[in-house]
């Protein structure tokens, strides 16, 4: 048993990538989301329109972050904002007292906003006096959990198949030696690419109809937005997380290392993206990571289009960062794969040519016996 021990720990040290994940791995994300992990909302983006804007703008509590002011705007101007994911909160003045609406899809920011709003009154009035504000919650008046999650989810979903099961699929061949079986034949990088991802494509889109659609007719998620607006950015994003898969596939010796891979990519991708934890509370020091996760811009996206009915002029600054990732990744992808194939493919042309290589043993014993042969003595040549 002993010698057994022994030998497991010394393939575990030779296994140097393994080991440096097994033991970075715990370290990085324990950091990552010991920062990120917080419901506390300490900042609420909020736009206020009418007359008394400038003057109610003053008057809010330290929680609101006012974006912009509007005096000579109304109500329209105020949902605008509110459907574009500008601002969480508009309020609305010039009336007997203000009107606060409040983004619903935004959940713990919503309800920071209405616990903060509770307490904004004149002293010694009730909140349903006069002096307190007019609440309303739009998008998803009863805050209701699902209505926010499942949205996200679908993108979950197309993280799942696109980085874990396509970086294994292509592993598994890596190992079995059927890309070296590719490298020989004329198929270009590219192609190779493209015929790995086709299948799993068509895979994530049936699973994030199905999602879509339990989520639509079990669970009651409004879908207010365009489909078409929805499916190009449910497509952009899909390209980016297959990519994602690929590019851990073409860095990876074995499935091991690919299942690490692709957790260290897809855990701070949910909890990071503004999926769970808002993004205004995640300290500034890792709020930048969430601004590089592919997941962060298609929860924007089906959020928006699901429950605020954004169109895409609202929508371009997710939809252009995600094409741009979706290049870098893709081509980064392509890359590598080419960086993989062509040693090998280069190795069996130089075979044929040299005649060296895997199958040069029986043509090297042929033409050695065919060659020229030392006269025996006594015999004629």
Known sequence: MWAMIVKEFRQIRRDRRTLVMMILMPIVLLVVLGYA?????????????????????GQ????????????????????????????????????????????????????????????????????ASPAAPRVSVLYNPKLTTSDVMIPG?????????????????????????????????????????????VPYFVVAAVDLA????????????PFRGSAAVFGLGALMFLFVTLGIGVLIS??????????????????????????????SSIAVGVRWIAYLLP?????????????????????????????LLGVVVVTLATLRFRAFLAPAGRRHRRAAVTGSGPGAGAGDLAGGLSGPVMPVPGESA
């Open 250 to 279: 073409s860095v990876s010796q074995n499935q091991g290392q690919a299942i690490q891979l692709a957790v260290m990519t897809m855990l701070p991708q949910v909890l990071l993206s503004g999926l769970i934890f808002p993004l």
């Open 295 to 323: 997941l962060t811009y298609f929860n924007e996206i089906s959020r928006g289009v699901m429950l605020r009915a954004e169109p895409i002029g609202a929508l371009w600054q997710p939809l252009l960062i995600l094409g």
């Open 210 to 221: 199905i999602v879509l659609a339990v989520g639509i007719a079990v669970f009651g998620v």
């Open 60 to 127: 809010l509590p330290r929680t609101f972050h006012v974006v912009s002011t509007a005096p000579g705007q109304g109500r329209a101007w105020a949902l605008r904002e509110l459907r574009d994911g500008h601002v969480a909160v508009a309020v609305l003045t010039g009336g007997a007292r203000p009107d606060v609406l409040i983004d619903g899809t935004q959940l713990f920011t919503a309800q920071a906003a209405m616990s903060a709003l509770s307490r904004v009154t004149h002293p010694g009035s009730s909140p």
């Open 153 to 197: 989810l679908a993108g979950v979903v197309l993280v799942f198949i696109g980085t874990i099961i396509t970086s294994l699929g292509v592993v598994r061949e890596r190992q079995s030696g059927t890309l070296e079986q590719l490298a020989v034949m004329p198929l270009r990088p590219r192609d190779v690419y493209l015929g790995k991802i």
């Open 37 to 57: 992990a917080s419901f506390n909302v300490t900042s609420i983006p909020v736009a206020v329109a009418g007359p008394q804007a400038r003057t109610v703008a």
